[in-house]
């Protein structure tokens, strides 16, 4: 007999958690339609060419392929050898796979628009909710199987919409009880970085390096540097610059003493001022800092980037984001541009659980549970019970006529606040009998009072 299990990195998720998951995916919805955002959903695989290459090597690494069809036939066999090791190099090979699973929502999305753009008004607010998969290392916060909630912008390119996407941050998080910290940067200052450098052509190596700073630190970051090819003189440029403090106004005057010499210094710094002015000038802006460590190792990033992490609470960062101004370029679409943001669900969860921000009243569902006393009076709870769901009361009938015991057990099992009794006393009378199981009172009632008893039973 098979023991059952789960894939390394995956969950179930049992009734409570499914409804405390779906009160963030609701929240943070309500907020994505207030500020003019449609939904859309992609299939949950690609083809693979469309993924591979849009996350530089590391991401390349972490999506998960899928087999083709056939591999059974002996032919196909000894040609997936030779296939096996191009994979395992992070390459493709169509005679052994063809798709993957989306690795986030980002590309899919740039591949529908690149697909739709002539059908589409721009610009186009979208919002998206749906798993993606990463072949990861499984850790706290960290898993195979992921929820993502995307809004994106795209033909604008205007700096208010990175405005609205930090202030829809902003609203969401306050509507989910939690504190966070907004940082902000922007690529250009990575690439001026990398040409200050003399290493243009080495920008992903050095954003990748610096992206891995708050889990392995500085000298760390300098080690890795050195290994990928960048001499002593231009890491301590790289030490000098993730160094850099102080006040908004300071961080700003510091990055363009070093880096406004370049073209793409002086554009990112420009972008960074406008940003930070507008966010301190908009009423009920929420806090944020430009942190020029942030880097977000992710190829198609071009301008601002963002990052989300939770304040008080040992977690990586739940939300995270930047402009990409070319991706649909890479599917034969330029001049696109594009911004957008995602919540990371699952880390999001982990941290509202911590603090205890979840509403209590979530993990109730059913208001009353109608107990069964035979056949005659079933059909009277039945009657009740139908007119009660009806005005959006939600209750139950016990399916079998057993002990008292079992039915008060199965209610408090499941936490539901109040259990309604009609037996042939009370059948006989028109009313019902409401026990509240928290207080332990009871209230004899005729149907139309049910609705108002069992409306405020806690």
Same mark, same amino acid.
């Given at each position: 007999?098979?023991?059952?299990?789960?894939?390394?990195?995956? /969950?179930?998720?049992?009734?409570?958690?499914?409804?405390?998951?779906?009160?963030?995916?609701?929240?943070?919805?309500?907020?994505?339609?207030?500020?003019?955002?449609?939904?859309?959903?992609?299939?949950?695989?690609?083809?693979?060419?469309?993924?591979?290459?849009?996350?530089?090597?590391?991401?390349?690494?972490?999506?998960? &392929?899928?087999?083709?069809?056939?591999?059974?036939?002996?032919?196909?066999?000894?040609?997936?050898?030779?296939?096996?090791?191009?994979?395992?190099?992070?390459?493709?090979?169509?005679?052994?796979?063809?798709?993957?699973?989306?690795?986030?929502?980002?590309?899919?999305?740039?591949?529908?628009?690149?697909?739709?753009?002539?059908? %589409?008004?721009?610009?186009?607010?979208?919002?998206?909710?749906?798993?993606?998969?990463?072949?990861?290392?499984?850790?706290?916060?960290?898993?195979?199987?992921?929820?993502?909630?995307?809004?994106?912008?795209?033909?604008?390119?205007?700096?208010?919409?990175?405005?609205? %996407?930090?202030?829809?941050?902003?609203?969401?998080? &306050?509507?989910?009880?939690?504190?966070?910290?907004?940082?902000?940067?922007? /690529?250009?200052?990575?690439?001026?970085?990398?040409?200050?450098?003399?290493?243009?052509?080495?920008?992903?190596?050095?954003?990748?390096?610096?992206?891995?700073?708050?889990?392995?630190?500085?000298?760390?970051?300098?080690?890795?540097?050195?290994?990928?090819?960048?001499?002593?003189?231009?890491?301590?440029?790289?030490?000098?610059?993730?160094?850099?403090?102080?006040?908004?106004?300071?961080?700003?005057? &510091?990055?363009?003493?070093?880096?406004?010499?370049?073209?793409?210094?002086?554009?990112?710094?420009?972008?960074?001022?406008?940003?930070?002015?507008?966010?301190?000038?908009?009423?009920?802006?929420?806090?944020?800092?430009?942190?020029?460590?942030?880097?977000?190792?992710?190829?198609?990033?071009?301008?601002?980037?963002?990052?989300?992490?939770?304040?008080?609470?040992?977690?990586?960062?739940?939300?995270?984001?930047?402009?990409?101004?070319?991706?649909?370029?890479?599917?034969?679409?330029?001049?696109?541009?594009?911004?957008?943001?995602?919540?990371?669900?699952?880390?999001?969860?982990?941290?509202?659980?911590?603090?205890?921000?979840?509403?209590?009243?979530?993990?109730?569902?059913?208001?009353?549970?109608?107990?069964?006393?035979?056949?005659?009076?079933?059909?009277?709870?039945?009657?009740?019970?139908?007119?009660?769901?009806?005005?959006?009361?939600?209750?139950?009938?016990?399916?079998?006529?057993?002990?008292?015991?079992?039915?008060?057990?199965?209610?408090?099992?499941?936490?539901?606040?109040?259990?309604?009794?009609?037996?042939?006393?009370?059948?006989?009378?028109?009313?019902? &009998?409401?026990?509240?199981?928290?207080?332990?009172?009871?209230?004899?009632?005729?149907?139309?009072?049910?609705?108002?008893?069992?409306?405020?039973?806690?």
């Amino acid at each position: 007999m098979i023991k059952p299990s789960l894939p390394q990195g995956t /969950r179930d998720f049992a009734p409570q958690i499914v409804r405390r998951r779906q009160y963030i995916l609701k929240t943070i919805a309500s907020v994505f339609e207030v500020h003019g955002f449609q939904p859309l959903e992609t299939p949950a695989m690609e083809n693979l060419d469309t993924l591979l290459g849009k996350y530089g090597d590391e991401g390349d690494k972490l999506i998960f &392929r899928i087999l083709n069809n056939g591999l059974d036939n002996p032919a196909k066999r000894s040609q997936s050898l030779e296939a096996f090791e191009q994979v395992l190099n992070g390459q493709g090979s169509k005679s052994l796979t063809e798709r993957a699973l989306r690795y986030d929502l980002t590309i899919p999305f740039a591949r529908y628009v690149a697909m739709n753009h002539g059908q %589409l008004s721009f610009p186009f607010k979208r919002y998206q909710m749906q798993p993606v998969w990463r072949a990861d290392r499984p850790q706290k916060g960290r898993y195979r199987e992921f929820w993502q909630c995307d809004a994106d912008v795209v033909g604008s390119a205007s700096l208010l919409n990175e405005a609205e %996407l930090i202030q829809i941050y902003r609203e969401a998080f &306050r509507r989910l009880g939690i504190s966070v910290d907004v940082r902000i940067n922007n /690529r250009k200052i990575l690439a001026a970085l990398a040409e200050s450098c003399n290493a243009s052509e080495k920008l992903t190596d050095i954003t990748v390096a610096i992206d891995k700073l708050d889990k392995i630190g500085i000298d760390k970051v300098m080690e890795e540097l050195e290994q990928r090819g960048l001499d002593a003189g231009n890491r301590e440029r790289v030490r000098a610059y993730l160094l850099i403090d102080g006040s908004t106004d300071e961080r700003l005057d &510091r990055i363009e003493q070093l880096l406004g010499h370049t073209g793409s210094g002086r554009q990112g710094v420009q972008e960074l001022r406008w940003l930070a002015g507008f966010l301190r000038t908009s009423e009920g802006s929420y806090p944020f800092s430009i942190d020029f460590t942030l880097a977000r190792g992710l190829n198609y990033y071009t301008g601002t980037i963002l990052e989300v992490k939770a304040i008080g609470v040992s977690m990586g960062s739940i939300g995270g984001g930047g402009r990409y101004d070319d991706l649909t370029g890479l599917f034969g679409v330029p001049g696109i541009p594009g911004v957008g943001i995602s919540f990371g669900v699952d880390r999001i969860y982990d941290v509202m659980e911590e603090t205890g921000a979840f509403p209590a009243s979530l993990g109730v569902s059913t208001r009353a549970l109608f107990f069964n006393l035979g056949e005659e009076e079933t059909r009277y709870a039945w009657t009740a019970m139908l007119e009660l769901r009806a005005a959006g009361i939600p209750c139950e009938l016990y399916p079998e006529a057993v002990k008292f015991d079992r039915q008060f057990k199965y209610a408090e099992k499941k936490g539901i606040p109040a259990v309604v009794i009609a037996g042939s006393e009370e059948m006989s009378k028109g009313v019902f &009998r409401v026990k509240i199981l928290s207080s332990g009172t009871q209230t004899e009632c005729g149907a139309e009072e049910l609705e108002t008893i069992l409306s405020q039973a806690s």
